[in-house]
């Protein structure tokens, strides 16, 4: 399965689960495990080890993929979470459309 409604750099809104209702912007995708890493959500904590930059070791608050299913792109135009269609211009290119209000996600 591919991630296809969602890209790096998007601002998107998770509309299940714990995060739910959260937005961020999207750092990575993880196409294979359909994963995305979204800015601010599933923030966890992870044990370092303790480095010559960091002797003591201790704790980095990190985001964790969540699954890709879970977020949505928040259109600008609308200001809701949308789900995407995707149009084919004359010039062949790609752009990602808001199936609500019609808007181009993609410049
Ligand atoms: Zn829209």
Redesign the pocket.
Known sequence: MRVRHVKKGDTVVVVSGKYRGKTGRVIAVFPKRFRVLVEGVNVVKKAVRPSEENPQGGFREQEAPIHAAKVRVL??????P?RVKRKVLDDGTKVRI??????ALDS
């Not at 259109?75 to 809701?80: I, S, T």
């Not at 808001?98 to 808007?103: F, I, R």
Request: net charge positive; with cysteine; charged share 10%.
């Open positions: 259109c600008p135009q609308c200001g809701r949308v808001c199936n609500h209000c019609g808007a």
